[in-house]
């Protein structure tokens, strides 16, 4: 985003200062999103690796009243330095003991039962649904990071709760900040309203680095298992690989103008520079096509690959215009190309407005309920996965209702794991 626009600070800020000072950067003042009330809330965070960290600090600042209370994780080095960063940050706001800091596969049962109203869920993403699940019949509000699943499976389990999250009058917020941005929210009512007439057609474009440093490398001698959990974005078991970890904040907004996930896709992709095993069995590059359920075409391009033309967009193509979205900008066109519409005003922080805007809903018992939705975009990214995976078109349909893909391991302990092959278009099945 750019920074005229966005009084917040970008995750890439968040984590620049964070090498630089050694502790995490705040999110910056945000006094204008304040949620109303006094009800305290109880916070607790699942998953303290940078993106916990990050998404804590913005929740933290994100209202009055607001405590960190638990935390938990797989590996004490993590858990131990995101406890460092906050304290040294919010000394004031976190509340966390050694008593109420949790390790190992169980430590969200434990977090969920240390007196928390609210949690955060940054783990990898696979951890989503059972996750979500304990956190609901716990009573408890819930924010979660994008994708909220992996596999089809997963999605199904977090639909069923999100029905359970209503019924007990349940806040949950998805972390698809896209959602909160303000020229994309003021665009996409102007989309709604018939600015560009009827969609025909689409481009979602997201090509960025290889990430090729990420995780460094896991402890000599550790466990298979504990080396997948360490190196977890390169697993598509865990993460759902690159175009559901990160690609879905971009399907989301296709899926936002079109009201809905689209109606089947066809997808090929592949690995070029991910080949050395340590980068687990992920691909590097899927491009394809989604068609949504008025027939309109999008096209899909994605990568995760150094050294390449960095582009992260939308464009939309209507019957009387064209729209042109991305992180920084908002703007419509007619077909002679002249430009009918810019968001020009002010842009608050979207990472701090998810926090601000579901805390006010717990305190005033507004419904929020978020978790549908982005289950639709989760799969929408998922079905694109397969379909490149296994060089299949599918349906959506059949994904959310038919397909039986559980990317589960056997067992969940520190042990044995073996690596998943590298799925060769064609051949892989498509399940």
């Known amino acids: 985003m750019s920074a005229n626009r966005n009084k917040g600070v970008t995750r890439r800020q968040f984590m620049r200062a964070s090498a630089a000072m050694g502790v995490s950067a705040l999110a910056g003042p945000a006094s204008v999103l304040y949620a109303a009330g006094s009800d ?32 938990g994780d797989m590996f004490k080095d993590r858990l131990d330095s995101g406890r460092r960063a906050l304290v040294a940050n919010l000394p004031d706001k976190v509340k966390v003991t050694d008593d109420t800091c949790f390790l190992g596969f169980d430590a969200y049962k434990k977090v969920l039962d240390a007196g928390v109203n609210m949690v955060i869920f940054t783990t990898p993403p696979h951890f989503r ?10 009573g408890v509000h819930v924010f979660m990071e994008k994708p909220v699943a992996v596999d089809p499976v997963g999605v199904r389990s977090v639909i069923k709760t999100a029905e359970l999250a209503d019924r007990k009058g349940l806040t949950v917020v998805a972390g698809t900040q896209m959602r909160r941005i303000a020229h994309l ?22 090509i960025g680095g290889g990430m090729m440093d990420w995780g460094g490398e896991p402890p000599v001698g550790v466990s298979d298992m504990e080396w997948h959990l360490r190196r977890w974005l390169f697993m598509t078991w865990l993460s759902g690989d690159f175009i559901a970890e990160m690609h879905v904040h971009n399907l989301d907004l296709v899926n936002w103008a079109f009201g809905g996930p689209p109606a089947r896709c066809i ?25 949504y359920p008025n027939g309109a075409r999008v096209e899909y ?40 519409w810019e968001y020009n005003g002010e842009s608050p ?7 601000a805007d579901q805390i006010a809903a717990i305190r005033s018992g507004a419904k929020l309920n978020e978790a549908v939705r982005i289950a639709e975009s989760s799969l929408t990214a998922v079905m694109g996965r397969m379909s490149a995976y296994t060089g299949r ?9 038919a397909s039986k893909l559980d990317l589960s391991p056997p067992k969940y302990e520190l042990g044995p794991l073996d690596m998943p092959p590298i799925a060769v278009p064609g051949k892989t099945p498509l399940i």
């Not at 940078?50 to 960190?68: F, H, I, M, S, W």
């Not at 929210?185 to 997201?206: F, P, S, T, Y």
Request: some cysteine.
């Open 301 to 340: 391009i994605g990568s995760q690959i150094d050294g390449l033309s960095v582009r992260c967009d939308q464009w939309f193509v209507g019957t009387k215009g064209k729209a042109f979205m991305d992180f920084a900008q908002a703007v419509i066109y007619d077909h002679a190309g002249n430009k009918t």
């Open 185 to 206: 929210v003021e665009g996409m009512k102007r989309l709604h309203d018939g600015a560009i007439g009827e969609l025909v057609a689409g481009q979602c474009v997201r």
């Open 40 to 71: 305290k809330i109880r916070l607790g965070v699942v998953g303290c690796g940078g993106r916990g960290t990050y998404d804590t600090t913005n929740c933290l600042n994100a209202a009055e009243n607001v405590e960190l209370v638990a935390m």
């Open 267 to 291: 997808m090929l992709g592949g690995r070029q520079v991910r080949t050395d095993p340590k980068y687990g069995d992920v691909y590097d590059h899927i491009s394809g096509e989604y068609e």
């Open 393 to 401: 078109s599918l349906k959506y349909e059949w994904a959310l209702k």
């Open 129 to 138: 649904p059972m996750h979500f699940e304990a956190a609901v019949k716990a």
């Open 349 to 355: 922080s979207p990472v701090i407005r998810q926090h």
